[in-house]
């Protein structure tokens, strides 16, 4: 069975720390996808990235970077210099690779940024 | 071009009603997913639909049905409404597999009293 563990329910820093959230998966299947997704107060969830089981390079978008660790079925976030309107609600979230395989979810953590 | 449109936003219900919830995905996407999201369950996965038919489903009574149109619209139902069904119903849309980048709406905040 697949499961997503996002053990930090809620982390408070202040403006301009960084921060990672942490995210630990389970699967049995060899290749699948695993994502980020940040919910603002607005409620819509927001895309932030997809990661190949194959591509284990880290990802740097901007101030946010991914650390994918197979060996510790890993998947940490980490924002660099943390704004105010990073504040939310942020998911990890682990997939099959068959094009009918549902997202499963973890269970988010609250991330607020304090000015 | 527009984003999904969820409605109603915000609905209130009795207990034993039905509700309907509509989705409108983007512009040329052809799947749509549906979630509920609760503070004790997280998210959780409805269905999925995909040219009209459905393509996955999650562990949910029969009493949770959906439907997609011809145009890609998406429609949920929930009959005999419980107290446990009050949440935040998400639609998400992807041009064709959900385990790639989607895009969500805003979602309807159900309460049943």
């Known amino acids: 069975a697949q499961k997503v563990t996002q053990a930090q329910t809620e982390i408070s820093v202040v403006e301009k720390e960084d921060v990672t959230l942490d995210c630990v998966y389970e699967t049995r299947d060899t290749t699948y996808y695993l994502f980020w997704y940040k919910q603002p107060p607005s409620g819509e969830l927001v895309f932030l990235i997809r990661?190949?089981?194959?591509?284990?390079q880290n990802e740097i978008s901007g101030r946010y970077s991914w650390n994918f660790q197979k060996s510790t079925s890993s998947f940490n976030f980490t924002i660099t210099a943390s704004q105010v309107v990073d504040s939310a609600v942020y998911f990890c979230?682990?997939?099959?690779?068959?094009?009918?395989?549902?997202?499963?979810f973890g269970k988010g953590t609250r991330l607020h940024i304090l000015p | 071009k527009a984003g999904v449109t969820q409605t109603p936003r915000y609905l209130i219900k009795t207990r034993g009603q039905q509700v309907t919830l509509s989705c409108s995905p983007i512009s040329g996407h052809r799947s749509v997913s549906w979630y509920q999201q609760t503070p004790g369950q997280g998210l959780q996965f409805l269905f999925e639909?995909?040219?009209?038919?459905?393509?996955n489903k999650g562990n949910f009574p029969g009493r949770f049905s959906g439907r997609q149109f011809s145009n890609s619209r998406s429609e949920m139902n929930v009959s005999t409404l419980e107290l446990g069904d009050s949440a935040l119903y998400l639609c998400?849309?992807?041009?064709?597999?959900?385990?790639?980048?989607?895009?969500f709406g805003q979602g309807t905040r159900l309460t049943v009293v």
């Open positions: 639909y995909f040219s009209e038919t459905q393509r």
């Open positions: 998400a849309s992807s041009q064709r597999f959900m385990n790639t980048e989607a895009f």
């Open positions: 990661r190949n089981s194959f591509d284990e």
């Open positions: 979230a682990l997939s099959g690779r068959d094009r009918d395989d549902k997202i499963i």
